[in-house]
């Protein structure tokens, strides 16, 4: 299969708001992929906007400057992904120029359409509406099947590409069930803006949690092996000593359980979450950065107990289980509630001691691994700060054709200019699309970098984040967590915007 093939339906996909064509687009790339397994698997990751590598060591600078694209297609799905992998693999003295070199080798055979595709899927900016559910569906129509039993195997499973690959080169999807040791798509939350509002949600009764600022775990034992994984279900066993020590603890021969490690000062409340986040990416010296800033883990669901699964289970079954094995001390805050005054104290208290929000979990909710669904709410307060807009990318797929992803620019009084401390493109309307893209082709300096447009700092922009954390990228030193657009501020001027030290503040 040509890569040009995955890209078009990349763009057809993003061309139309309609789920059922997004489905129909995408079954028909899979149904010409099959029944290559691996072709199969190639073709939902990507569409997914992963890679199957997962990281390959390449960031934005690699891809700032692209070569002039090819007049044909070459390139194919597999020849890719091998590159993919080849520069994923490299390592040591000269890694990053044998990197460069093949990187620049595979955007020089790709075409234009190819090239904006793989700056995209290796930005992590593939945005073409192919969400996980689109995805299950246009597998299940791809194979003829029941789309729920496309879904239940990739939550069991905890990887849609491999269950794709199964439905559609003739395997079974018997095999994606529950099993300790494999790793399970996480439940997911939805949003409410106030305490009643998660109230509401679930009847007027609910149970609280306080919702810490860590790094989410799901962590199985067989015995005397425990695995822990990430939310995106990397195993970083051998990075979190502490985990695997506090589960080996607890009286249970097999275990599947929902938690989160988290840094704490001596005062039990949270570092900064790259703090917590520091020991996630440590794989080398682990005891010694273990010494220097060890992790705490809370549980606060469990999946299976020795021989019992409890996906199905009502929330209040689950934690009676998990109250019945876990010791309080390692589990999180809990209020079980209809006194939307009594939830508000809760909330009050977990904000005061450093956490992020709270969690509204419906009593008598499955566990729906792998979805958002309303069976969690989560409840947290929402920071806002007047930005600048320093430039705008080119959208692709459904926004092609508009000026979409802005660049976000603080104020520095020392200087007067303004310094990035993010992007965003989320929080956007049709409408507001519309609106910057003229106002920004009216701001545009006539500088540009690929597909930035650079403008005048003129406009400023209201942006609601869900905090800031320490970053290398930006040349304030700090990024915005979670930024979208809230409004454009025609009322203010770029001299009354918020400035770095705003900014740093909240870090």
């Known amino acids: 299969m040509l890569l040009l093939e995955l890209a078009s339906?990349?763009?057809?996909?993003?061309?139309?708001?309609?789920?059922?064509?997004?489905v129909a687009h995408i079954a028909d790339l899979l149904r010409r992929a099959a029944p290559d397994a691996e072709l199969v698997a190639i073709v939902v990751s990507w569409l997914s906007?992963?890679?199957?590598?997962?990281?390959?060591?390449?960031?934005?600078?690699?891809?700032?400057?692209?070569?002039?694209?090819?007049s044909d297609p070459v390139l194919t799905v597999g020849q890719v992904d091998t590159v993919f992998t080849e520069i994923g693999g490299i390592s040591g003295?000269?890694?990053?120029?044998?990197r460069a070199a093949l990187l620049n080798g595979l955007f020089t055979a790709a075409t234009d359409t190819e090239q904006t595709f793989l700056l995209r899927l290796l930005g992590g900016e593939l945005r073409q509406g192919a969400l996980a559910g689109i995805m299950a569906d246009a597998v299940a129509k791809a194979a003829g099947l029941p789309p729920a039993a496309v879904q239940r195997a990739a939550m069991l499973g905890g990887d849609l590409p491999a269950v794709a690959a199964a439905a559609l080169?003739?395997?079974?999807?018997?095999?994606?069930?529950?099993?300790?040791?494999?790793?399970?798509?996480?439940?997911?939350?939805?949003?409410?803006?106030?305490?009643p509002e998660a109230l509401e949600k679930h009847g007027g009764t609910t149970i609280f949690e306080a919702k810490l600022d860590g790094a989410r775990v799901q962590i199985h034992r067989a015995g005397e092996q425990v695995t822990v994984y990430t939310r995106s279900l990397d195993d970083v066993t051998a990075r979190l000593p502490e985990v695997v020590e506090a589960t080996l603890a607890l009286p249970v021969h097999e275990l599947i359980a929902d938690g989160e490690a988290i840094a704490l000062r001596p005062d039990n409340r949270p570092h900064r979450f790259q703090v917590t986040a520091s020991r996630f990416g440590r794989s080398v010296d682990v005891a010694a950065a273990r010494a220097k800033q060890p992790l705490s883990v809370f549980f606060f669901d469990i999946l299976h107990r020795d021989g019992t699964d409890l996906l199905d289970a009502p929330t209040s079954?689950?934690?009676?289980?998990?109250?019945?094995?876990?010791?309080?001390?390692?589990?999180?805050?809990?209020?079980?509630?209809?006194?939307?005054a009594a939830a508000a104290a809760f909330l009050e208290a977990t904000?005061?001691?450093?956490?992020?929000?709270v969690m509204a979990k419906a009593p008598d909710a499955p566990y729906q691994a792998g979805r958002r669904g309303a069976g969690w709410v989560k409840v947290k307060p929402v920071h806002t700060l007047d930005l600048v807009v320093l430039a705008v990318e080119w959208g692709s797929g459904r926004?092609?054709?508009?000026?979409?992803?802005?660049?976000?620019?603080?104020?520095?009084?020392d200087t007067g200019g303004f310094v990035m401390v993010g992007k965003t493109f989320k929080g956007m309307t049709d409408a507001m699309l519309d609106w910057q893209t003229a106002r920004f082709s009216e701001l545009a300096t006539g500088g540009t970098d690929g597909y930035v447009v650079h403008v005048r700092p003129e406009q400023v922009v209201e942006i609601a984040l869900d905090g800031v954390q320490g970053s290398s990228r930006y040349p304030g030193g700090?990024?915005?967590?979670?930024?979208?657009?809230?409004?454009?501020?025609?009322?203010?001027?770029?001299a009354e915007a918020d400035t770095i030290d705003a900014v740093r503040a909240m870090y």
């Open 9 to 22: 339906t990349s763009i057809d996909v993003g061309g139309t708001s309609s789920r059922l064509t997004k």
């Open 169 to 195: 080169s003739g395997g079974s999807l018997d095999a994606f069930t529950l099993r300790v040791g494999r790793p399970v798509g996480p439940m997911l939350a939805q949003t409410a803006a106030s305490i």
């Open 351 to 357: 904000l005061a001691a450093g956490h992020e929000g």
């Open 317 to 340: 079954e689950r934690l009676a289980s998990l109250d019945g094995l876990v010791p309080a001390s390692q589990r999180v805050d809990r209020l079980h509630t209809s006194d939307p």
């Open 399 to 413: 926004r092609r054709g508009k000026l979409s992803n802005i660049h976000l620019g603080a104020r520095d009084p």
């Open 49 to 70: 906007g992963v890679l199957r590598q997962r990281q390959i060591g390449v960031g934005w600078a690699a891809l700032r400057s692209p070569p002039p694209a090819a």
């Open 93 to 98: 003295k000269g890694s990053q120029a044998r």
């Open 478 to 494: 700090v990024a915005l967590r979670f930024a979208r657009v809230v409004r454009y501020r025609d009322d203010k001027r770029p």
